[in-house]
Structures are given as structure tokens and as C-alpha cells.
């Protein structure tokens, strides 16, 4: 439904300072490029939350976690602004030359300390000799014409909640201290710290803000859509519950709340129309399903939230008559159309679609548009039951329904050859082939010796420069990390540490061949290389060593040093010390190791093996078989980059399917795929492929 909303309607904005961003780490980048092995840039924390584990604490700081306060400062002031009532935009300070501050009353600008440019210093004062105004938090120290100064300083958060978060739990005094620091209670108090000083700035200004409430954990948020506005209302109110010293609190802890709120008018967009009684409406319920209209939204009233729910209101100029609803069906598509009576603006609706049967085909959670209009096509298949599809539209808000039929009369359909061969992007596939590449076939045991006759006598009358090679020869593994940090950590055995005698931890020994090949036992052999950060374990690094490269930094064990995993599965080295070392090519030879594990990118720092790029070769190829036959068949087929694959069931006997892929193993270095079970099927694959450059 809010992707429907046309704009949000702020005249509010915090300042993403590229500026600030780049000049805070333009520093850091600089000492980062000229220090010596070993060195470590750190910073003093100076004032942490009361606690039993830390007074002072010096963190190891870089570009990356110097960027990410920058981050935690603007977010924590546009979520302040968000619970203050007068929610706002991020704007990144380039797009201010092309309008930006055009809707806009207040900037809100927070930890700036570098000047910025010459040019969008311009359109700042534009922006103030037109009315708007500025306002800083504390820790900015560039002047700004007519600034209110809101009584907050942003700067450092990000350090101050990190290092108490990731501090060993058995440094504290209790495990309910050391989980206090694990929750999202805990991170969130900045904000809520800085509601009431960022309201009282605000107040100052012209903005208008849409809430007024008594809370500082209720997220304010609105959309204009149409001739309407939506509203939201979001209860982010957490209580830690009374717990025992030896307890842990959840990460989690959203509790019911009952805050005091006042709308604030004018809701109805300019131009929406005054003939008529404007009208709201709520939607809530933590599944959504209650809906009220509302008398007076202005008036202050104590409004009841369960946990983490979301209210949205929705404030019309008029009632809406209705729904008007048809549909049709054409070619076994189902096009529905459907708009509000008498109103224009995004409003929600079920779609619900049965078939003559009286079964449910489709239930649908959709919005009317801008407009008041929805529109929406649904494939039911040339082969679906002919008779009358009933469709439903409904609304729990202003509670709105409308249905209509629509007639599905199948055509006869005579059956089709469907051709042995599939050729995927013959253009493309021509045009490469046309260019007279150099070729490597890849073979295996299984790969017919007639098979890979044909292929390469019928390319070489084609003019192409062919070889055949065994897979083996020609696609090799990537070795990993494959993309390393500046410096990395290496951690080796010391004497002068001697780890403590193990408690009640579990024995594993953790470490990488050679060949790449990763182990991880516990002492009585069990297998946990899939998940071997088991709490209170203590761990030894055998083998060639082993490379941690889950983190932002690159953490080289080398042989015989021991690990204590605790129970947030947190590590700590027991007996070795740590230098940092330059990731030169001889230190990226000694540590990197081909993967044996596959895995996928979710959004960690570093890169994991993963298809189709953890295999690498040098030549253009051709592949033949399907993925029990051919290991480079079956890379491609899982690396999702073919169009169609081919398995027991599919092309069938004697089918083919020929594919061309662009660079999946290494750049401007193709792969064309011949996929299919048996040899008749390659063998008409080959046919058909060279029938591309004859």
C-alpha cells in the first residue's frame, strides 16, 4: 500500500554529508596506508554506561567502523525525529543542487565537522534566506547561519553500545549484566535520550509535526497518496522484565503500551476537495484485521498498543460509496479491474479469485493506487476448467466489498511437436561463435569418445581452433578469502601465555590441509566442521592453520594455538599473540587455500565460495553431459545462470539443450553448454550448434 503513496509529504531532512563521511575516513585511510606491521590505530572510549567489566576501554578503529558511526548518527537523529512527531528524510547533500531543499522547512544536520564544499554551502544559505533553518546537534562544530542547537551529541555512539556488546560475558558481574548490553533496550537508549531535546529544537522551527504524544517510543511516520494521507503509528516500547542475577535477558523485549496522542491537522491534502465531511479510519490489530472510524483524531487520546504492533490511520475527504469491480478472462489470463467510488487515494483490499468448483484459486493483499484504481492480471493456465470465475474485492476499512463473474470458455488446442533440441540465445550464441574463439572442450570418463569426435571435427571444418582437455585440467578451485583486507591478524603460539586447564569444555581440533580440505572433530571424533563454534569449547588450530575470515578483519591461526569458545559462541585465544601483518602476495600464498565448502553471501564482510565464481579457468569452453555426468555441467546447473537445465526427466531422450554463459568462471572467457542425458542428445546438440556457423 505505501508503495502506492505518491511522496511522503516531510518538510523535515537529515543530512547524509558525503563531505563528512569522506574526510572523517580520508584520516584514518591515510595512518591505515603508512603504519608498520604490528601497529594498531586505536581510540579511547572515555564514557561508557555504568558497568562491571569496563571504566575506559581503547577499541582497534578503522575506516570502516569510523564510517559506521558516522551512519549510527544520522540514523539515530532521523529515528528521534521519527518518535518526536515530526518524521523526516535522509538527503544525501548531492542531490541538493537538483532541489532537494526545495519542500523542505528544516535540515536537521548532525556531527558535522569539515566544511562543506563551496557550492552546496550556496544552496544551504539559499535554503535559509527563503525561511528554512538549520538544526545541529552538539558534537557539529561547523557554523551554520541561525542554527538551533538541540541538546544532544550523537558522535561515538556507535563505539559506546559495540565494544560493551561484544566484551566477554564472563567479565561482568552477572550474566543479567552481561545480557543487559546484549539488548535491543540497551542500543536503543541514545535515541530515546534524544526525543525531547531534538521535540523542543523542532518546536523552534516552522515544521509542522504530525503527532504530539507523551512517549519516546512511539515512530511517527505519514504518506500523501491521492486526495488522501496515510498515517502510521508504531509501538517500539520495550521493559525488561525482573529477572534473577544468574538470568539473561532476551534480545528482544517489546511489552504493550498505552501512550497519550494528538493528530495534528490539516490532514486532507490542498485541492482534495471541502464539499464534503472528511472522515478517518484506523487499521490495527497485530494481524490487521480490526478496523474503526474515528470521530476527532486531534483530540488527545490514550491509545492501547500489543507489542510491536502498527497502527495505520487513513484520513479521507470523503466517505468512500464503494468498490465497482470487472474482470475478464483471455488466452487463460484473468484481468481484473477494480476503483473506489467516489475517492481517489491508496486503500487496502483483499482479492480473492475462485474457480467454478467454488474453490479458492487467489487471495491477494493488494492497494487501490494513487487514483483509487487497481488493476491486476492473474494467469489461470488455456487448460483451466471452463465456467464463471467469481473474483472478490474487500475491505476490512470502511468496510467495502464488491464481486462480478467472468466466463472461461477454453479453446480446442491441437498438440505440437515440440522440437529435441532447445537453443537458448542463438543470436548471441552465433555472434561468439563467429568470432572464431579458441576452444577448450572439457571431457570426463563419461563423456562418449565418438561424441567428442563429432564436436570437434564439425568445429574444425567451422574454422574454429579447438582442444579437448579432461575437466580437471581446465576448471580449477578459487582459493579463499579471495579478497583480502590491507593487513590481516596473525595470531601465533607465545610462551609467555600459557592457557588455563580446560573446565567442562568440549575438545575440538580445527584446521586446514593443504589441498583446502577444513576439518573440525571434537576429541572423540564427531564431525562439527558445519558448526564448530560450539559454546564452552576450547579449540586447537592444526594442520596448515586455519584463516577466519567471517569478520572485518582476517584472523590467521597459525598451528597450535587453542581457542575458548563461550556461550554467545564469542572467541577468545588462550595462548598466542596477535601482529598485524601486511597481506603482501607471499603472505596471500602462504594463508589463502582452495575452498571445500560451498556457501552463499548474506551480507557479511567478506566474500564466500560460492558458484559460479569459486571455480576459475583460462579458456573458452564447452561442456557436455548433465550434472551426474559432467562435475563443470553440474557447476553451471547450480549457479542459477541457465535459462533451462537438463535432468532425468527433461529434455527426455535424445533431447538437448544449448546454452551460452557469459563469463562464469572468468571474464570475457564463455562456457556454452551442451546439456542432455544420453549421446543421441549431445549428438544432435552438435548438429544444431554447428548449424549456427555454417
Sequence with gaps: MLKETLSTGHDVAVLWSFTELSMRQKEITLKEATKKSGEQIKQMIASLPENSALKGKEIDINAYNIGGDYKEAVLAAHYALARAGYPAQIIHERTLPYGALKNLKTLVIVGQTFDLPDAIEEHLKKFIDAGGRIVVDKGTTVKFDNAIVADIDLKGLSYRWNVLFLQDAKSFKSPREASLFQTNHFMDEPVRNAVGPIKAAMRKTASQAWAETDSTELVIEHQRGGEGTILLAINGNEELPAIADDKKYPIYNYAPYSPTISWRLPLIPEGAGTNSTPIVYSLEGPQFDQSTELANLTAPTTTKFEPGEMKVYFAAPRKPEGIAVAATIHNGVLSIEAALKRLSMPWPIVVSVSDPAGNELYRLNRSMNLTGKFHESLPLGANAPAGDYVVRLSSIVANLSAETKAAHRPDARRPRAVPNVRLFDADRLKDFLLTKPEIVVATNKDTPAEVVQLLTDRLAIAGLSVTVKP???????????????????????????????????????????????????????????????????????????FVDFSGDVEQCYEPGVQLHVNEQRQLTVLNAEATETRTSAEFRARWSKPWSRLTQHVGAYQLPAQLPEAYATDSHLIVLGNSTTSHAVAVLQASELLPQIADEKYPGPGGALISLCWSPFAVEKNAIVLASTDPAGLKASIEALTQLVK
Excluded: C, H
Design 471 to 545: 575437466e580437471a585440467d581446465v576448471l580449477r578451485k578459487v582459493a579463499y578469502p579471495r579478497v583480502w583486507n590491507p593487513y590481516a591478524k596473525v595470531f601465533a603460539v607465545s610462551k609467555s601465555k600459557v592457557p588455563p586447564a580446560a573446565m567442562n569444555d568440549k575438545e575440538i581440533s580445527l584446521g586446514v590441509a593443504a589441498d583446502g580440505a577444513f576439518t573440525a572433530k571434537t576429541f572423540d571424533g564427531q564431525d562439527v566442521s558445519n558448526d564448530w563454534r560450539l559454546p564452552n569449547s576450547r579449540i586447537t588450530i592444526v594442520g596448515e592453520g
